[in-house]
C-alpha cells in the first residue's frame, strides 16, 4: 500500500496556483465582453432561436409546455426566456 503524504505549503501552492488560473480566465472573459466580442443570441452557432422569436414567446401568455415544443425547446427555456434569465439582451 503506497501512502502520499502532501505538506501544507504544497497544499497551498496548488491552492494559489487554481486560484491564478481561475482569476485570468475570469479577467479574458469580462475583456472579451466588455469589447463586444461576446458571442450572444443569433450569433451563437448553435443557437436555435432568432430574437423575432425570443420577442414573440415574452408576448406568448400560454404556458411554457405549450409554447416550448412550437419552437423545439424545453418548458424550462422558455420560463427562463420569460425571466430574461437568457436571451437579456433582446428587448
Request: aromatic share 4%; proline share 2%; with cysteine.
Given at each position: ?64 409546455k405549450v409554447i416550448g ?23
Amino acid at each position: 500500500m503506497v501512502k502520499l503524504i502532501h505538506s501544507v505549503e504544497d497544499m497551498r501552492q496548488s491552492l494559489a496556483h487554481r486560484l491564478r488560473k481561475r482569476s485570468r480566465v475570469c479577467a479574458n472573459m469580462a475583456d472579451k465582453k466588455a469589447k463586444g466580442r461576446q458571442q450572444r443570441g443569433e450569433r451563437v452557432p448553435n443557437a436555435k432561436l432568432t430574437e423575432t422569436q425570443v420577442r414573440a414567446i415574452r408576448a406568448d401568455s400560454r404556458i411554457g409546455k405549450v409554447i416550448g415544443p412550437e419552437y423545439g425547446i424545453s418548458h424550462r427555456t422558455v420560463w427562463d426566456i420569460k425571466r430574461r434569465k437568457i436571451w437579456q439582451h433582446v428587448t
